[in-house]
């Protein structure tokens, strides 16, 4: 194998240690669901398995299917993940034996496959790409999963940087065009292209993502009561949800705790909060005579270098994620203190874009001008409309591999148990 082949291969046995590592519960937790929202542990496991079966051995290698009479359970679009408990999947063992069988052959395709010839899926290893990327999302979901379920030990002490207080608050953004998603970026999604110009007004974004403690005084100041923060939509929600705070924090006399894998713990004044709705960073946003970014504002404020007038794969440069510029790939569980990632800013100063939490903006799932849906509709296409708020940036628990300026992540407004905060931004002119 050549250098890039080792390289995918280093990948695929990274991710497929990441899915081992999150499902070496006992049996009766894997199988279990915790929650509607979420799917079985073991299902997840079996899925990632499928896919890499149905992508790179039949698809792009041309192998018989090696087990047909499971794919209906393993399609997320057969069965909600609310029936999911109910399906004849495979049980632990037999999952990780299937998972396993899979991956021997899939090391034998990359092994054969010609990466620089003309297939669409071959080519700089597209598929490869595809399924690491995929194994890594379900691999964060299986966390929020495992996050629902108040399973202990999935805390882990990496050594995070140190904050540097909240300091200046915003960053400006003068206007002018710039380029939004890629053309040339060979593991990008289908809807991350094409690259295509896109003018916008001047704004200013907050440097850094909203903290605990600004949240802390939305909630003291009564904003979880006063409609004039919310839209209609978002008062119906929180009028029916009953919602007063972030998931999964807790009142302790005064303060606030909040619970993370089992453990209960005050929660820190100088983190990005987390565990929030759209609803609710939307009407925090209003509330703090703000708004959301749009996608746009968000991926020119992270990736735009109005200098060299061309995008950057992060918003530090183009070389991949260290720990001194971002807070990925789970090395703690939990976001790093505001502030801890000079290092990592974008050209115009905005810091802690990628990795933390997921941000959400004010744009619903839209395709760009041009979109082609590649390889296949269900992974992009039929999410398109108006009921997918997009996330940028990614959290402290997505993979560097599945991060980047470019990268488009969305969910319903209502969601809250995956790794998500915000940042606001307001116009230059009102
Ligand atoms: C892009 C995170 C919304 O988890 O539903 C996983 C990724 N697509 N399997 C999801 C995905 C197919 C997707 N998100
Ligand atoms: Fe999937």
Redesign the pocket.
């Given at each position: 194998m050549n250098d890039f082949k080792e390289r995918i291969a280093a990948e695929l046995i990274a991710v497929r240690d990441r899915s081992l590592a999150y499902t070496e519960a006992e049996d009766d937790l894997l199988v279990r669901q915790h929650s509607p929202l979420m799917s079985p542990l073991v299902w997840d496991l079996a899925h990632v398995g499928n896919y890499e079966e149905l992508w790179v051995l039949r698809e792009a290698g041309g192998i018989t299917p090696l087990r047909p009479e499971i794919d209906d359970i393993y399609d997320?679009f057969k069965t909600p993940r609310k029936d999911r408990p109910s399906l004849p999947f495979l049980g632990p063992a037999e999952a990780r034996r299937y998972i396993e069988g899979v991956r021997g052959r899939v090391l034998d395709v990359l092994d054969a496959v010609d990466l620089d010839g003309p297939a669409p899926l071959h080519r700089d290893g597209f598929v490869f790409g595809l399924v690491i990327q995929?194994e890594h999302?379900?691999d964060e979901?299986m966390l929020a999963t495992l996050q629902l379920s108040g399973q202990p030990g999935l805390v882990r002490e990496g050594e995070l940087p140190k904050g540097r207080g909240a300091g200046p608050g915003e960053v400006h953004v003068p206007a002018g065009s710039f380029l939004m998603g890629t053309g040339t970026l060979p593991w990008a999604y289908d809807n991350e292209r094409p690259a295509h110009r896109v003018d916008l007004p001047g704004y200013w974004i907050d440097r850094l993502p909203v903290g605990n403690e600004a949240y802390m005084a939305f909630i003291a100041e009564g904003g979880y009561d006063d409609p004039r923060w919310w839209t209609a939509e978002g008062w119906q929600w929180r009028q029916r949800s009953g919602v007063t705070a972030p998931l999964f924090w807790v009142r302790d006399g005064d303060a606030w705790c909040r619970t993370r894998f089992g453990r209960t713990e005050p929660v820190p004044l100088d983190e990005p909060v987390q565990h929030v709705s759209w609803y609710e960073a939307d009407a925090y946003a209003r509330w703090a005579g703000k708004r959301l970014p749009t996608e746009a504002e968000w991926e020119k404020a992270c990736g735009w270098d109005p200098a060299a007038e061309r995008a950057r794969r992060y918003p530090w440069g183009e070389d991949g994620p260290t720990p001194e510029l971002a807070n990925l790939g789970h090395r703690a569980a939990h976001p790093a203190p505001l502030g801890a990632y000079p290092a990592g800013a974008s050209a115009y100063g905005a810091e802690q874009m990628v990795g933390d939490v997921w941000e959400w903006t004010s744009s619903w799932f839209h395709p760009y001008p041009g979109f082609r849906s590649f390889p296949y509709k269900e992974?992009s296409e039929v999410f398109f409309g108006e009921e997918y708020r997009v996330l940028r940036g990614g959290s402290w628990a997505a993979d560097p591999a599945a991060v980047r300026t470019t990268f488009r992540?969305?969910?319903y407004p209502i969601r809250r148990q995956i790794f998500t905060g915000f940042r606001c931004a307001r116009s230059e002119q009102v």
């Open positions: 997320a995929h999302q379900h979901t992974y992540n969305w969910d």
